[in-house]
């Protein structure tokens, strides 16, 4: 998996396009620490059926999580598996709708937590990794303590749109006619600006989970907490303010020229608000039933081929 | 095909009722179609606005019957969200249905309170919201329709009080009859239903509310054991397996086949599953073993609202952490599941009914209800309060137990005498002590002297 901070990346499909940027905070880069945010796309299809899956993940990065950045990396590794597999079990046979969100609902936290607990046990038995001097309270979760994580994972087929979260970080669908929606539930707010984490005991529990309508499709935005925290959080007006403004300039000046352009202003939101790290990953669903254009299409490979 | 959503202000046509709605805005969406929040002259109430894909006829006269039919009778049949109306648009083929509006402040699904977002029900709750399900369909299933759907999906609950609502009514149909677009989630259908040796039924609804209540419980799937746990790929055919040809019970006590593997993810379904009372275990044990195959051997609706009503009257609180834990009949002190602490266990009311005897825990604010007394009898559902533990007014640590019905009690103290305990009066919880309630012989014993 390439370093989150060196590629910006795109995919298309009938389905629409994805994007994605992470920037080491500004904190980070002062306190000499790696960027601790992850993300991953995929397109691709199973029995003709086409699919888009994207993941974002934010590692803890405190010294009791002291492999995050690791943890981070292997959460959306583990959340594009399962998206993809997920989706290859439904496409081959003739599964009624219902069954397909239903499964995705039940099966996705389960089947995701597991994949990551396994990847993280498969690093740590490779690198060998030192004990840490840190005390944790539960010995038999220290394996995966040390990887924290929280992880929004999106899956966008022909006429659903699925996603998963488990911790914070912000998810916002904008709609055709502008109208911003919150497709899952914030993250309660747990003492000590603590957040869920897939290191949990019962992680597979404290996902919060949606189906939508791919319907008339419109912008999936998937971000690390460290963008939201820079506009007064993901409620304030200033977010929805920068979520308006960045819709606007995709449609203005094109999604290659956003995606360019992203990681400066990224840069700049850290530099002169939270300083954190910062995630983002934008899909542009297409309406359902809706082909992309040839010319389009064209445009934007040669976009991708400058980067 | 593309939904074309229902806009701000648009009006429709409740057939029967024959008034005009207004759509105030989109409140929800699901795999069969939109929610939208609509203004009528009964109020804010919700409709569902089929998908023209779900906009069928067959769904129409689905609606139609289910609009003339309605809901159970009495307090079971409330908490359905059922149908109210035929819903219609001017110019439009698709149609809906009016509902009442859910207090979703209020009301909380299951993956709420897993996800820490609503808070998580006491045991006292559980038991009300266990009882009131099983309530809801028995009424359901004897009015001659089967569910078809039950999932955690269309379960809402209040986490104080337990009440109970079930939504997404428009799957009811009559017992082995009707036709139906909807055959249940995979995780909750009877292994014969999966196998397709059967349609939907009250029999197959009987498997679903068990691992619905499970879940509840447990807060996992019946099944999801190592079997499960040993598919890298899950998919249908696994989960055919798993659900429908070959389904094991993850404590099934003689097969050992399908145990809770040792990752992190079963240490919150072995934590509760060991929390629960033994007799509950034992009915989800006959649920999940001789029911499974055996459709005539299941758990019915019956059974699991009188397990919940005397696990309920079992509850008493820890003084020292006020965490509710069960009582144990058979012996004085129990250990709080929470603390640890010690419980000295209050005593307990055993009632001689006809159709058998059952225990009432008399701890301080305890109450007495009808169907305590005369269960099934009268209009309502046997919540009137006919008695309350109250605390002497003169000697600390004592109680009473008051009567708060509007017929005389009597009562025989240990030594013989007799006497009347009119309406507002209370006696002593001495042991041993008997009261005939309406005909009815209940005593006052301490845990370890109950008779069975």
């Known amino acids: 998996?390439?370093?989150?901070?060196?590629?910006?990346?795109?995919?298309d499909t009938g389905l629409g396009w994805v994007f994605g940027c992470s920037r080491t905070g500004a904190a980070h880069i002062r306190a000499r620490r790696p960027c601790e945010d992850a993300y991953a796309l995929w397109s691709g299809s199973s029995g003709a059926q086409p699919c888009i899956a994207f993941a974002v993940a934010d590692g803890h990065g405190n010294p009791r999580h002291d492999q995050s950045r690791t943890g981070a990396a292997l959460a959306v590794d583990a959340a594009i598996n399962e998206l993809v597999a997920f989706h290859r079990s439904y496409a081959d046979g003739n599964i009624p709708r219902q069954q397909f969100r239903a499964g995705f609902k039940t099966d996705l936290p389960r089947r995701a937590t597991r994949r990551w607990r396994e990847l993280v046990m498969q690093d740590e038995g490779r690198r060998m990794l030192p004990p840490i001097p840190i005390l944790l309270a539960d010995e038999q979760y220290q394996h995966f303590t040390r990887y924290g994580t929280t992880l929004i994972a999106a899956l966008i087929v022909n006429d659903s749109i699925l996603l998963g979260q488990i911790g914070d970080g912000d998810l916002v669908l904008v709609k055709p006619d502008g109208s911003i929606e919150f497709p899952l539930p914030c993250d309660p707010i747990l003492a000590g600006n603590e957040t869920h984490s897939l290191s949990s005991p019962d992680a597979h529990l404290l996902w919060r989970t949606t189906t939508l309508d791919r319907g008339e499709g419109g912008i999936l935005l998937a971000a690390t907490d460290g963008i939201s925290d820079s506009f007064n959080g993901a409620e304030s007006e200033e977010f929805s303010i920068f979520v308006h403004s960045l819709v606007d300039r995709i449609r203005t000046y094109g999604t290659e020229a956003v995606a360019a352009a992203m990681a400066g202003w990224l840069d700049r939101y850290s530099a002169v608000a939270s300083g954190d790290d910062m995630t983002l990953v934008w899909a542009c669903i297409n309406p359902e039933e809706v082909q992309p254009k040839g010319p389009e299409t064209d445009t934007t490979v040669s976009a991708r081929e400058g980067w | 095909m593309v939904t074309i959503p229902l806009a701000v202000g648009q009006?429709?046509?409740?057939?029967?009722?024959?008034?005009?709605?207004?759509?105030?805005?989109?409140?929800?969406?699901?795999?069969?179609?939109?929610?939208?929040?609509?203004?009528?002259?009964?109020?804010?109430?919700?409709?569902?606005?089929?998908?023209?894909?779900?906009?069928?006829?067959?769904q129409r006269i689905a609606i139609s019957y289910l609009v003339r039919t309605g809901p159970p009778y009495g307090a079971?049949?409330?908490?359905?969200?059922?149908?109210?109306?035929?819903?219609?648009?001017?110019?439009?083929?698709q149609f809906g249905y009016l509902m009442a509006r859910i207090d979703t402040q209020r009301f909380a699904e299951?993956?709420?309170?897993?996800?820490?977002?609503?808070?998580?029900?006491?045991?006292?709750?559980?038991?009300?919201?266990?009882?009131?399900?099983?309530?809801?369909?028995r009424a359901l299933h004897l009015s001659g329709h089967c569910y078809r759907d039950i999932s955690a999906g269309n379960l809402m609950f209040d986490s104080k009080t337990g009440d109970v609502l079930i939504c997404d009514n428009d799957n009811v149909g009559i017992n082995r009859q009707s036709r139906c677009q909807v055959w249940g989630t995979m995780e909750y259908m009877a292994p014969e239903l999966i196998r397709g040796e059967s349609d939907p039924s009250t029999e197959t609804d009987l498997h679903a509310l068990a691992v619905l209540?499970?879940?509840?419980?447990?807060?996992?799937?019946?099944?999801?054991?190592?079997?499960?746990?040993?598919?890298?790929?899950?998919?249908?055919?696994?989960?055919?397996?798993?659900?429908?040809?070959?389904?094991?019970?993850?404590?099934?006590?003689?097969?050992?086949?399908?145990?809770?593997?040792?990752?992190?993810?079963?240490?919150?379904?072995?934590?509760?599953w060991d929390l629960c009372p033994p007799k509950l275990k034992a009915m989800f044990v006959r649920a999940f073993t001789e029911g499974l195959m055996n459709p005539g051997r299941r758990v019915t609706e019956g059974e699991w609202q009188n397990l919940f009503l005397s696990l309920k009257d079992r509850l008493v609180p820890c003084p020292h952490c006020r965490a509710e834990n069960f009582a144990d009949t058979a012996?004085?002190?129990i250990t709080c599941w929470h603390c640890h602490s010690g419980i000295s266990q209050p005593p307990f009311l055993l009632i001689h009914r006809p159709g058998g005897n059952s225990?009432?825990?008399?701890?301080?604010?305890t109450t007495l209800r009808?169907?305590?007394?005369?269960?099934?009898a009268g209009m309502d559902d046997g919540s009137q309060v006919i008695g309350r533990v109250v605390p002497h007014p003169s000697i600390p640590g004592a109680a009473g137990i008051r009567n708060l019905s509007d017929s005389t009690w009597q009562a025989v103290f240990p030594d013989g005498t007799t006497v009347d305990v009119p309406p507002g009066r209370a006696i002593p919880l001495n042991p041993k002590t008997s009261i005939t309630i309406d005909d009815i012989s209940c005593t006052i014993m301490t845990p370890s002297r109950e008779q069975p």
């Not at chain 1, 998996?1 to 995919?11: I, L, W």
């Not at chain 2, 079971?76 to 083929?93: H, N, S, Y």
């Not at chain 2, 009808?370 to 099934?376: C, F, K, L, Q, V």
């Open chain 2, 213 to 272: 209540l499970f879940y509840v419980w447990i807060w996992h799937h019946p099944f999801h054991g190592r079997m499960e746990y040993q598919y890298h790929c899950w998919d249908i055919p696994a989960k055919k397996q798993v659900y429908g040809i070959s389904p094991v019970f993850v404590f099934d006590p003689d097969n050992p086949a399908n145990r809770l593997p040792g990752d992190p993810d079963y240490t919150v379904a072995r934590k509760r």
């Open chain 2, 370 to 376: 009808s169907r305590h007394i005369a269960p099934g």
């Open chain 2, 359 to 365: 225990c009432l825990a008399l701890s301080p604010g």
């Open chain 2, 76 to 93: 079971a049949g409330k908490r359905f969200i059922w149908p109210l109306d035929l819903v219609t648009a001017v110019e439009i083929k």
């Open chain 1, 1 to 11: 998996m390439p370093s989150p901070e060196e590629f910006s990346c795109t995919c």
């Open chain 2, 11 to 58: 009006s429709l046509h409740a057939e029967q009722l024959g008034t005009t709605l207004h759509v105030i805005k989109k409140i929800g969406e699901g795999t069969q179609g939109e929610v939208y929040l609509v203004d009528s002259p009964a109020g804010y109430q919700t409709v569902k606005w089929y998908k023209p894909e779900q906009a069928t006829p067959d």
């Open chain 2, 110 to 137: 299951l993956g709420e309170v897993w996800a820490h977002l609503k808070p998580v029900p006491g045991l006292t709750a559980l038991c009300e919201i266990s009882y009131q399900l099983a309530n809801s369909y």
């Open chain 2, 331 to 333: 012996s004085p002190h």
